[in-house]
């Protein structure tokens, strides 16, 4: 039975468990009526894609949805209007993005690239098999606290915005119980507001607990390779659906066994989307995930003399003084200051008053600084 209309969710409608609900229904409603059929990217492949209809999977071509902008290439987690018969069918159009996971591309040009659309959930995989790389960890979550206006990049939906959280992978291997729970404050310190999970695929550990947090919704799982994606995936889908290998002792790093994304449906309810290891992950218009990963920082520069102030030599600088105090930790500021220069440069790239402040600033802190050296040159006479 083919569905050439634009039909409600329920319970027996096939697309219902890929997150068919209400408003995609109204979003289709009017390719429906130019016969056209609904389907959720499952995978995407050179041109091609996978395609889950109510008929079932399909091969479908990408060809009439190829754009300049590489923001609007067909992504897994995309909702789709595709021709009713044909092999291989013809994606037509998608339907207006609610999220969009966009990381910069690794070219370190201007361009963003999209890992993940349409999700509610982002779960940042963190193997407790090596030293926790802080600095990392507070990119990725700059990046999923940005997901929300990855969509407004694209003019489309960006009221929805969706839950981080971070996964603690490979318990087992921190069997001392104070070790973990000090391991989960140190990111509970770095994460404010956002769920620390430790779990452990080997003994259950968490599972059941991050299994009702993705039992609704589409989630994504994100991190370097080695971080025990496919493993949990395996877990969660409770059979070997995603190819595993083992990572290296040395450095906890594994092959990238996941060569593209994947969008799988749990039996418990709601879709997990497991993505490939990633090796760099360049932050693209982030500023706003960026404020609220160091909301501590943000708040403190509210008290500063200068509302410019660039919180580095300045009189006055709560910033400064909470440094000197020991409030705040010196790595936490670096990293602040590492992540707000990479976003405006990105940024810059594309948004002429972006380039214009940050040319009037260089401008400002060379004219400061040859003021300084006269000065100085004026006490040494």
Known sequence: MSFSFSPAPSSSYPLTPYGWDEDWAAAFSPYAEQGLVPGRVVRVDRGQCDVITADGTVRADTAFVVPRDPMR????????????????RFVRTLLPRRTAFVRSTSSQRSEGQVLATNIDHIAICVSLAVELDLGRLERFLALALSSSSGAALLGEDAGHTPEPVV?????????????????????EAIAPGVQVLPVSSTTGEGLDVFGAVVSGGTSVLLGISGAGKSTLANTLLGRDVMEVRAARDVDGKGRHTTTTRNLLVLPHGGVLIDTPGLRGVGLYDAGTGVGEVFSEIE???????????????????????ALEDGVLPERRLDSYRKLIRE???????????????????????????????????????
Do not use: Y
């Open 73 to 88: 290439i067909v992504c897994t987690g995309d909702w789709v209007a595709l021709d009713a018969d044909g092999d291989p």
């Open 167 to 187: 996964l603690l992978t490979k318990a087992d291997l921190v069997p001392d119980a104070a070790t973990l729970a000090h391991l989960v404050q140190d990111v």
């Open 299 to 321: 708040e403190l520069a509210t008290r500063c003399r200068f509302h410019d102030c660039a919180h580095e030599a300045e009189p006055g600088c709560a910033v400064l003084g």
């Open 343 to 381: 976003n405006q440069r990105i940024v810059a790239k594309t948004d002429a008053r972006v380039r214009s402040e940050i040319l009037r600033d260089w401008k400002r802190k060379g004219a400061e600084g040859r003021a300084a050296m006269q000065a100085k040159r004026g006490r040494v006479r």
